[in-house]
């Protein structure tokens, strides 16, 4: 199990899947920590996805 730790993502939910990607990220093993905004003010209401 991995532990990745990101920041400010700020709604860029495709290139956090591709860091995901590079990185070999296993949704069922690994974890992530986010420090700071996940999205924009502006996206309220829509989904992350």
């Known amino acids: 199990m ?3 730790v990101g920041g400010d993502i ?3 939910c495709k290139a956090l899947l591709q860091c995901f ?3 070999g ?3 069922e093993r690994d974890r992530l920590i986010v420090l700071g905004d996940v999205r924009e003010e502006k ?3 829509q ?3």
């Open 21 to 23: 990607k590079r990185v």
């Open 10 to 12: 700020h709604g860029a």
């Open 25 to 27: 990220f296993d949704y």
């Open 2 to 4: 991995r532990t990745l």
């Open 43 to 45: 996206e309220r209401g």
């Open 47 to 49: 989904d992350f996805n």
